[in-house]
Nanobody
Framework: QVQLVESGGGLVQAGGSLRLSCAAS????????MGWFRQAPGKEREFVAT????????RYADSVKGRFTISRDNAKNTVYLQMNGLKPEDTAVYYC?????????????????WGQGTQVTVSS
């Protein structure tokens, strides 16, 4: 079974930084796509960033470009989301997602495997 475990969320002031981690287990992830999504209260789950496990190709939502960086450590089966310049509108539960595909997917409908989520709260 694929397991994804997020960590690193918390409360931070606007302009601050956080690094989220997603530890993956249960499979060999060399051909998997890994993504970060977020969901604020009363809103739909939205795409944040994605990275191919093998090649390291990335894609970002326009709202986080230049502030967030997704990366991976293949040896640790871990994906990271470095979040800088945080804004109150970044407040949400952040989810890690995985899908065995070579495609770049920016919709949550394309991912079958999800972590439990980690809360990020940015105060103004």
């Amino acid at each position: 079974q694929v397991q994804l475990v997020e960590s690193g969320g918390g409360l931070v002031q606007a302009g601050g930084s956080l690094r989220l981690s997603c530890a993956a287990s249960g499979r060999t992830f060399s051909r998997w796509l890994m993504g970060w999504f977020r969901q604020a209260p009363g809103k739909e789950r939205e795409f944040v960033a994605t990275i191919t496990w093998l090649g390291g190709s990335t894609r970002y939502a326009d709202s986080v470009k230049g502030r967030f960086t997704i990366s991976r450590d293949n040896a640790k089966n871990t994906v990271y989301l470095q979040m800088n310049g945080l804004k109150p509108e970044d407040t949400a539960v952040y989810y890690c997602a995985a899908e065995p595909t070579f495609a770049i997917l920016t919709t949550h409908l394309g991912y079958r495997y999800w972590g439990q989520g980690t809360q990020v709260t940015v105060s103004s």
